[in-house]
């Protein structure tokens, strides 16, 4: 598979080429810093996969990156590699359209089965122990902004794989409450359950 690295931190870059890069099926086709760099690279390069850090040098900012990447032909799947779990986060990155998301406090396993998984077409979202206050700042389309705070929280449960069940016991909410919020982020995204998760 073809891998592109596109983060702001130089170690980060060089601790996944170091990873990433010893694997026989993994090919490391390009690296970049900056958004910029990173559109070029990817429309420039046949990828199956880029690895996306949110903090990037400049602008756009990893969550636009992606979204942009996501309209391009042919997208390459993106999985998400950050330090970053805040619910504002990881719906932001789910309204981009954002394949996988990985929390950076993994192992390297955790890491090469997350690339795998997210190449052969499924969706990873392992996002910590701790999610952040569903107010934190939505790095944003319109889309996302017209998300409450409890569909964020909502949101944010579905993409750790809970069950309605699971979120309702977790908000204190019923489960008809629940489906509501759901229903209500797909009709606000345009999208299915099936194309968030």
Known sequence: MKVAIIDGHPITRTGLKTV???E???QIVGEAESGGEALRLV???DLDLVVLGLNLVGEPDGVEVCRQIKTMPDAPHVLVF?????VGDMASCSLARADSYLHKRGSTVVLLHTVRRTV???KIWDVGERVGDARSVLR???EGARL???ELEVLALKLRRC???EIANALGISLDTVKHHLTSIYKKRGKTRRDIL
């Open 24 to 26: 026989e099926d993994i």
């Open 163 to 165: 069950t309605n069940a």
């Open 148 to 150: 409450t705070p409890r």
């Open 43 to 45: 429309a420039e390069a």
């Open 82 to 86: 950050t330090a970053y779990n805040f």
């Open 20 to 22: 990433l890069g010893t």
């Open 140 to 142: 944003a389309t319109p």
């Open 120 to 122: 052969s077409g499924e």
